[in-house]
């Protein structure tokens, strides 16, 4: 029977073809606006999701405080007002899982006649910990190589491919500032964070290397800022309160002063650009949506108009022995192969458009099974749901009325 239905479907379909095309462009339309959209939106939401996973997760970060000189104030992290004290003390906070002070700079790194301007970090090794980053090649410093200050260094992949092309940097000697430094080994590949820095454009020296010779202190063991990491996500809001109890402690600041640090909670800050994503999706998502419900209406206004033209052919099958059902089931039919095969070619349409755009563009897409699932399930249910009215129109037909109708 559903095999009778289909063909006799068909052939009415193919008996206008130019009208069935048209009405099939509106879902196809549809298909392919949810699909693009819904493949960008994905591919938004991971990009960011690999930056927050790039960044570490229940992260804090300590920033000392700001100067003022001449009646200029300058930003915060200018004055020496964090120490490795400080950090150690943080470490011994319950909730407090890792902590890493660092002590930063920029720096112009020369290896033969190669040279390159970059960010360098003097840190501890638990600083690979917190950032979740991994050694590629070679090994991390260690808490020897901190108490030595040995000129020891970890470069980011961005680094390696400026100075070294494509020889193998492990043990070959650069100078940064004048210093010879030993390449122990190469950071994996972060990529850019948030903000659209480039986290592999970066070396990574031993903390007290970096500020005994390289930078300099202003006194002993200060450094510009300092990572922290909790536990978990749960305990992060009483760990943030702990930290700024302590240091307040530490650095005897009375009420009513103002702070020489600031702390700020990174995870926040990541969940904020993550659910600004979400959203865009959604909304996204949302909008070609409305494409699918003009593809339905379509469907409707020519289904209905087909009845119309069609009311002396459905009163001569009544005649002979179609029964309401049989006429419900083939105007339904007719819809549903509208629906589904104008929601094919939009999803062939949609996932070349997503893979053109991120060949042209270099935007991240990620076509899911989910979301062409769901784009062919909603396309399929918009021709059930906008086909069924016009089909029961025709069910309904009185035979000897539909008989007489010119």
Not at 322 to 344: P, T
Request: proline fraction near 3%; aromatic fraction near 6%; hydrophobic fraction near 50%.
């Amino acid at each position: 029977m559903i095999a009778t239905l289909f063909g006799q479907a068909w052939h009415a379909m193919g008996a206008n073809k130019l009208r069935t095309f048209l009405t099939m462009l509106g879902m196809v339309i549809g298909v392919f606006a949810v699909v693009l959209m819904m493949a960008i939106g994905q591919g938004a939401q991971e990009t960011v999701k690999a930056s927050i996973e790039s960044m570490g997760s229940n992260m804090f970060i300590a920033l000392s405080g700001s100067t003022t000189a001449g009646g200029v104030r300058m930003g915060g992290g200018a004055a020496p007002t964090l120490t490795v004290a400080d950090a150690d003390a943080i470490a011994e906070l319950p909730g407090v899982q890792t902590v890493a002070p660092i002590h930063p700079g920029t720096v112009q790194v020369v290896y033969g006649s190669n040279n390159w301007g970059t960010a360098a970090y003097g840190t501890t090794p638990s600083y690979l910990d917190i950032r979740n980053w991994t050694v590629a090649e070679g090994f991390p410093f260690t808490d020897s190589d901190l108490r030595s200050a040995t000129r020891v260094a970890l470069l980011g992949q961005t680094v390696v491919n400026n100075l070294f092309g494509d020889e193998d940097p492990i043990g070959k000697t650069i100078r940064v500032r004048n210093n010879p430094f030993v390449v122990v080994g190469v950071l994996g590949v972060k990529g850019q964070s948030l903000d659209g820095r480039d986290q592999d454009d970066t070396i990574l020296m031993p903390l007290t290397t970096a500020q005994r010779k390289v930078f300099g202190t202003q006194f002993q063991g200060s450094v510009r800022l300092i990572n922290i990491q909790a536990t978990s996500a749960e305990v992060m809001p009483a760990v943030e309160k702990s930290i700024n109890l302590l240091l307040h402690q530490r650095h005897r600041i009375r009420e009513g002063q103002d702070d020489d640090f600031s702390v700020r909670n990174l995870t926040a800050m990541a969940n904020s650009a993550a659910e600004t994503a979400r959203i865009m999706s959604l909304l996204l998502g949302a909008i070609a949506s409305v494409s699918l419900l003009v593809g339905g209406i379509g469907i409707m206004n020519i289904m209905l108009v087909s009845v119309t033209e069609r009311t002396r052919e459905i009163g001569i099958r009544m005649a002979i022995g179609a029964r309401e059902r049989d006429i419900l089931l083939q105007f339904l039919m007719e819809a549903v192969i509208i629906s589904i095969v104008g929601c094919f070619i939009g999803l062939l349409l949609g996932i070349g458009a997503a893979l053109i755009v991120n060949k042209l563009f270099d935007i991240a897409v990620i076509i899911s099974g989910s979301s062409v699932l769901t784009a062919f399930g909603v396309a399929a249910a918009v021709g059930i749901f906008f086909g069924f009215y016009p089909a029961k129109k025709a069910a309904r037909l009185d035979p000897i009325e539909a008989l007489r109708y010119q």
